[in-house]
C-alpha cells in the first residue's frame, strides 16, 4: 500500500473537468517543428505536452551517498529505486524540457553529458538554454557525479556506473517524453499545506525584516503550486512545487529512495494506474519537485530523525510516507485555488550563465543601498557543523558549531591571524572562513546557470542553489515586479542544473547557521541572485535578448574513480550457487514480514535498470511486490566476493495464499564475464 489511493486519484480527476484555464489551441506541429531560440517572437499555436518516466537508480552497493557528507553512509540495498521524470512543452515555436530527478543534487556534469547524448538524437532542439534538470534533494541516493571535487571527496572519488545510470535515466525519460508530445491543457493550482516541514534556523530567520517575516511567520513557505497537463480532459500528468527538505531518513539510512518526495511521486503515479515495471507505457508522470527549502526540515523536532512517523527506521519510513502523503494530497486540483493562466507569450525564456565568484552588486539591491560585490567561493566553519537539526556532517568534535550555537571560536581566531586581504574579509564577514574552495582549480562549481521561463501566466526561475524561504521569497518578488505579475504565478526552483550551495539573505547570513556557512559567495549572494535574475525577467517582459553565455568547461572523467567502485569476481559459498536460499520464513500471518536470505552477488555488476532485482509473485505469475513497493527492503551484504542478498516483504493487506519470492541477478566469473542467475523461495500467507 502506497497510501495514496486510486480513490483519492479519480475524485481528483474528477475535479478537473471544466476547470482549464488555459490550453492549447490548434494543432501541434511540434513532430516537424525546429525548436527555435529562447528568444523567438512569440506564437500563436497552441501548447503541446509530452511526458515521459524513466529508471536513474544508481548502485545499490557500496556507493556513498550525497547530502550528509558522511563518508560511512554507503549503499546497502533499495528501498525504492530512483526515477526521472520529464515534460516537454511545445509552442510550435519553441519547446521547453523540464526534468525532475529523484537524486541528492544536480551537477553540470550530469546536464551537460544529457545535452551531448541529446544533441546526437536531435540536433539542437535540446539546450543549456531550453533544458533543465532539477533533483528533489532526497539524502539516501549515490553519488560520485559531480566532478567537482569538494563533493566526489564523500564519495572518494568518480562513479561510472552511478553517473552512467543517472544520465541514461534522464535521456530515456527526455526521449519518452519527445516522443509523446501532444497537445494538451493546463491548470495552475496552489493550496497551503500544514505539517510537513519546520524552519530550522529560526534565530537566522528572524533577523529578516518585518515585512519578510509576516509573509511566512512560522518560517515556512506552506504554498504548494501544482501545474495539471490534461488531453481532452483527461488528466495525464503532474509538476508540482512545495519547499521542504527530503532528509525524512537520517545520514544511518543506507538503503536507496526517494524520500518523502520520491514516495509522494510514487505513490501518485501508483494511484493513476502506472506499472512501475513498464515505465514506457505510463499513462500518467507525477513529478514532486523542490521550491527553496534551504531552512526548511522535515525533522518537526528539530533533530534528526524526529518527522511525524517517530524515532528509529521505522519511524523515519513513516514519516517519508506521512509527509509523501500530504505532499501528493497538496498536488490534487479539488478544493485548491486556481491561479489564472493566459496566452501572452505561450512559451518563452532568457538564460544565461554568471561567474557567481565576481558580480558587481548594484545598490539597489544591497541591504545599504551601497555597491558591493561577491567573492570566490569560501565555506564556513558553520556548513562544516552541518544542520545540526537534520544531521550529517563530520562525526568526530572539532569545536565547530553553527552559530546560534556558538560558532567555532578557534576558526575565528585563525581567520583573524590569516593573511586574508581585506576586500576577501569583507566580502564573506562575519564567516568564519574555513574551506577557500573557489581559489583552488575544480574543487566547486563557480560558474551557475540561471533560466526565467514562462508558459503561459506561470513563470519558473531556476537556479543551481538552495535558498532559504525568504530568500526564495524575495526572489519571487524581483521577478513578479519586473514582469508585471502577481507573485502567485513565480515559482522559484533550486537545485537545477548545476551545484553552488546555499543562498541566504544578508540578514541570515550574518548569523552564520549552517545556511549562512554554507552560502559560499559572501554576505551579497542573494542580492547578486536577484540583480540576474531581474535582467532575465525584463527581458523577458521587454522581448529584449541576453548574452547565454557558456559554461566554464567540464571537468568528467577528471576526477578520479573511486576505489571503492572496482566490481571484482563474485563466488557462491562452497556447496552452494547463486540463487540458492540460506534461510526462509516458509509461512507468515498477515501482516507480518517475510524475510528470505539468498546467495546473491555484486549488484553493480547490472544495476537491472527498468527492472527488478526482486519480485513478489501470486502461484499465478501475478506480481504484487518488486524493487520500488513500500512493501519490500533489498539488502546486499558482501564479505570479500560472498554477497548475501535479503528480501524483506510486509504482507499487511496481502490475501492470504501461496506465493514465491524472486531473487535475479548477474555474477562475475575470474574472466570477468558476467552470467545471469535466478532464485525463488515459497512463502505461505496465512
Excluded at 512545495?242 to 539510512?253: E, K
Aim: a negative charge.
Amino acid at each position: 500500500m502506497t497510501g495514496f489511493s486510486r480513490r483519492t486519484f479519480l475524485a481528483g480527476l474528477s475535479a478537473l473537468g471544466g476547470t482549464v484555464l488555459w490550453s492549447s489551441v490548434g494543432p501541434s506541429t511540434v513532430p516537424h517543428a525546429h525548436a527555435g531560440t529562447a528568444g523567438g517572437a512569440a506564437s500563436a499555436a497552441g501548447l503541446s505536452v509530452g511526458r515521459g518516466i524513466a529508471d536513474a537508480t544508481g548502485e545499490p552497493l557500496g556507493a556513498g551517498m550525497d547530502g550528509y557528507a558522511v563518508q560511512e553512509q554507503t549503499s546497502v540495498g533499495i528501498r525504492q529505486r530512483l526515477y526521472s521524470r520529464a515534460f516537454i512543452f511545445d509552442d510550435g515555436a519553441r519547446r521547453f524540457c523540464h526534468v525532475t530527478v529523484d537524486t541528492p543534487l544536480m551537477f553540470q556534469s550530469v546536464f551537460l553529458e544529457v545535452l551531448r547524448r541529446l544533441r546526437r538524437h536531435y540536433g539542437d532542439s535540446y539546450r543549456t538554454d531550453n533544458v533543465v534538470l532539477t533533483a528533489t534533494h532526497t539524502h539516501v541516493g549515490p553519488g560520485g557525479r559531480s566532478g567537482h571535487a569538494m563533493v566526489d571527496l564523500v564519495t572518494l572519488g568518480f562513479r561510472p556506473v552511478t553517473f552512467e545510470a543517472q544520465v541514461a535515466g534522464i535521456v530515456q525519460s527526455i526521449r519518452r517524453a519527445h516522443d509523446d508530445i501532444a497537445p494538451a491543457e493546463l491548470t495552475l493550482v496552489s493550496r497551503t499545506v500544514d505539517g510537513v516541514g519546520e524552519n530550522r534556523s529560526r534565530m537566522a530567520f528572524d533577523r529578516n525584516p518585518a515585512e519578510d517575516i509576516a509573509e511566512n511567520p512560522d518560517g515556512v513557505d506552506r504554498r504548494s503550486v501544482t501545474l495539471h497537463v490534461a488531453r481532452d480532459g483527461v488528466p495525464v500528468g503532474l509538476i508540482n512545487w512545495y519547499s521542504v527538505h527530503a532528509t525524512s531518513f537520517s545520514h544511518h539510512i543506507r538503503h536507496i529512495s526517494g524520500d518523502n518526495k520520491g514516495f509522494a511521486a510514487y505513490s501518485y503515479e501508483s494511484a493513476a494506474g502506472v506499472d512501475h515495471l513498464d515505465l514506457a507505457a505510463a499513462p500518467f508522470v507525477a513529478a514532486f519537485a523542490q521550491g527553496t527549502p534551504g531552512d526548511v526540515t522535515p525533522n518537526h523536532g528539530l533533530v534528526p530523525g524526529s518527522g511525524p512517523g517517530g524515532a528509529g527506521e521505522d519511524g523515519q519510513k513513516e514519516s517519508v510516507a506521512v509527509l509523501g502523503r500530504r505532499q501528493a494530497d497538496a498536488a490534487e486540483p479539488s478544493g485548491a485555488t486556481r491561479i489564472p493562466l493566459d496566452g501572452r507569450g505561450a512559451l518563452e525564456g532568457r538564460t544565461c550563465w554568471v561567474d557567481m565568484d565576481s558580480v558587481e552588486v548594484d545598490g539597489r539591491w544591497t541591504p545599504d543601498g551601497t555597491r558591493g560585490r561577491t567573492g570566490p567561493a569560501v565555506l564556513g566553519a558553520a556548513f562544516a557543523a552541518s544542520s545540526q537539526e537534520d544531521g550529517g556532517g563530520l562525526d568526530i568534535d572539532l569545536g565547530i558549531d553553527e552559530g546560534e550555537r556558538g560558532g567555532a571560536p578557534w576558526v575565528r581566531r585563525l581567520n583573524e591571524l590569516a593573511p586574508v586581504p581585506e576586500d576577501v574579509r569583507r566580502i564573506h564577514a562575519p564567516k568564519d572562513m574555513l574551506l577557500p574552495m573557489g581559489y583552488i582549480d575544480g574543487m566547486i562549481q563557480q560558474r551557475h546557470l540561471f533560466g526565467v521561463w514562462r508558459i503561459g501566466g506561470l513563470v519558473l526561475v531556476y537556479l543551481g542553489f538552495e535558498p532559504t524561504v525568504t530568500s526564495g521569497l524575495r526572489i519571487r518578488r524581483t521577478v513578479a515586479e519586473a514582469m508585471g505579475l502577481p507573485p502567485e504565478n513565480i515559482v522559484v526552483q533550486g537545485y537545477s542544473c548545476g551545484y553552488g550551495h546555499y543562498i541566504t539573505t544578508p540578514e541570515e547570513y550574518e548569523q552564520q547557521d549552517y545556511e549562512g556557512g554554507a552560502t559560499a559567495f559572501g554576505r551579497l549572494e542573494l542580492p547578486a541572485v536577484q540583480q540576474v535574475v531581474d535582467r532575465l525577467a525584463t527581458a523577458l517582459a521587454t522581448g529584449e535578448q541576453v548574452d547565454h553565455r557558456a559554461p566554464a568547461g567540464d571537468l568528467t572523467g577528471v576526477i578520479p574513480a573511486s576505489p571503492a567502485a572496482v566490481s571484482v569476481v563474485d563466488t557462491a559459498p562452497p556447496g552452494r550457487r547463486f540463487g540458492d536460499v540460506l534461510s526462509a520464513d516458509g509461512g507468515v500471518s498477515v501482516g507480518q514480514t517475510a524475510t528470505v536470505r539468498f546467495v546473491g552477488a555484486n549488484p553493480n555488476n547490472d544495476l537491472r535498470l527498468e527492472d527488478s532485482y526482486l519480485r513478489v509473485e501470486r502461484d499465478d505469475g501475478t506480481v504484487v511486490a518488486h524493487d520500488s513497493s513500500w512493501s519490500t527492503l533489498l539488502t546486499f551484504d558482501r564479505e570479500m566476493t560472498v554477497t548475501t542478498t535479503t528480501v524483506e516483504w510486509d504482507t499487511t493487506g496481502q490475501a492470504p495464499g501461496e506465493y514465491r519470492v524472486v531473487l535475479r541477478g548477474e555474477w562475475k566469473d575470474i574472466r570477468g564475464t558476467v552470467r545471469p542467475f535466478e532464485g525463488n523461495c515459497p512463502v505461505t500467507v496465512r
